[in-house]
């Protein structure tokens, strides 16, 4: 059959366009997974045994399973339970909560690991437990993952690639599209794959930024 | 029991962490503007005793008094988290390793609490800021980040930090300790200062040339109780107590 | 929770976990056999090398797996390759997980050069004598554990091949949604069987583990 690439830059358009999909998906879940691994860290660490516990199992099965079968629960099992979201926000609340436990294991170590001395300085200027968690322990523990942090949200780029299988309109399912019309796999997941490396090297770029302009208050 | 006289009052102090007796029976009493140094060796007691008076390790027996009202009073566990915050306002603590918060700059370190407590406007905060690092010479690093701070001026720092709350009573919990010895003179000219402007303090320190130059009295601590006090000439040049004078002597040594 | 359901489709359920087991073991040998490779170019005395190995690192860590394996899988043919779904995702998915295993390898292999190949060195022995003899010994062992991240990650990512319909845990779990509506049972299901493979291999990571460090 071989290879032909005249076909492509009629369909750049719609390439593109997933494109922008794509990053409004990832961007919109890793700031869920942030907000919710904060979140969640607090709770696994300092909420009461009958909503750490719970929370714990769901974090455990979180980790344990891939996220493409999470993706089929979370968008099947809101269709059952009634709730028809679009493909988009199911495909964010999937990606977000995968990452949000991810980024919650992270947080976690880190709050425990920050020096005991910190609590104590806060809480002896009058701060209560939940005041100094709030303004100095939990910010600082984010601050000591935001690299790790940073490779979660990559993996998060990548991983959005599965959402086009509960039909998300993004740069995989946008190729799909052109190869539906024009039977050419090779060139348009060439594509894509071009894209999404693209993508990524912004992001690292980004995110190398953002590690040293918060390298000086660790 | 009577009502407090003194504007701290430590009554039959106790503390045992299971069978092992950290602090047995001390009563210690201070007046406003006092300077109090507690020296003692390690493992003698003499932090636990300063970390009890804001709580930091509660006592298991015994009171709490300062400036008429109970630190350590029995109260609900919520109303006495209220109580003990609110005690802690007015009780500034430093400590050996500084402590400051590492993901904020020094003027959000000395301002945070304030700002979040007192619910201080944003010039004013600033403006407290200034007035707190002026006093302890670090307005030059207002905008640095901890990281970015020697020993000595960390230190400075956070003792600008404590101010700024404009505590009744300092707590120095051997506060130039880890402190390179060519830094310990600036932290130990801002202590000069605090007590020429009659800044209550109690003082857990090593330095007993310090405590000799500024302190009113003297407590030397040994294995849970307070084995000698006075004012400094006398518990340093004549004690009467035979484990002041071996504590002394080997100070002495250890210190050439 | 519908017990009778999962009574009914369980075996089925088991026989998929029997694919994915069979995926983990084939693709991660594979991924060693890559990383192993990968690691090797990446540390190489030849600079085409070198690149060779930081290209094939940066690339499939910088794009989807899914897309990895369609370009495989649908594009294949069309340069000649032909393989069937089940082929075409232990091949995919093991060189991905291949290059993340270089960076395991590479880091371990690093970290142990640095003070022991240079005591070897000064002992007389030839670099590639002092890579044998003592590096390699000591980076094998650290790098069980990483590896073990590795293969966890690895034995989830098997996942992907639904996409190109290989009936393994995720497709059967994804094809009794559609057809009994009942999507929690079915991810429970194979959910657990997924964590049940996942604990069993962190087990054998840790004897492994223990093992080699007791020598």
Known sequence: MGLDFSVVPGWLDTILLGGLWTIAITLSAAVLSFVGGILFAVIALYAPWIVRQPFRLFAWLFMGTPLLLQLFLIYFGLIQ??????????GVIGLGLHFAVYNSELIQTAIVAVDKGQMEAARTLGLSRSQALRKVVVPQAVRDVIPPIGNNMIALLKDSALVSVIGVGELTLSAQLAIGRTYRPFEFYLVAAVCYY????????VLRRIERRTALSR | MTDP?????????????GKFEVLKDISLTVERGQIVAIIGPSGSGKSTLLRAINDLDPLTG??????GVQVNKKLPHRQYEKHINAMRQHV????????????????????MAPKLLKGISEDEANKLAEEQLNHVGMIERIDYYPSQLSGGQKQRVAIARALAMRPKLMLFDEATSALDPELVEEVNQVMKTLAEEHMTMIIVTHEMDFAASVCDRVLFMDQGVVVEEGPPEKVFRNPDQERTREFLRK?????? | MDWELILKVYP?????????????????????????????ARLSRFALLRFLGAAYVSVIRGTPALI???LLYFGGPQIGIQLDAFEAGVIGLGINIGAYMTETMRGAIISVDRGQGEAARTLGLSQFQAFRKVVLPQALRLMIRPLGVNINAQIKGTALVAAISVVELTYTAQRYIGSTYKPFEMFMLSGLLYMAIIYATGKGITYLDSRVRLQ
């Open chain 1, 198 to 205: 693209i993508i990524n090297l912004g992001m690292e770029a």
């Open chain 1, 81 to 90: 339970i009634g709730i028809n979201l679009p493909a988009f926000v199911a």
């Open chain 3, 12 to 40: 089925y359920f088991l026989e998929a976990a029997w694919v994915t087991i069979q995926l983990s073991v084939l693709t991660v040998a594979l991924g060693l056999v890559c990383g192993a490779l990968g690691a090797a």
């Open chain 2, 251 to 256: 100070h002495l040594e250890g210190a050439k």
């Open chain 2, 92 to 111: 500034g603590m430093v400590f050996q390793h500084f402590n400051l918060f590492p993901h904020l700059t020094v003027r959000e370190n000395v301002t």
């Open chain 2, 62 to 67: 015994g009171e709490i008094w300062l400036d």
């Open chain 3, 68 to 70: 990895q394996l369609f």
């Open chain 2, 5 to 17: 006289q003194h504007f701290v009052e430590i009554r039959h102090a106790q503390k045992s962490y």
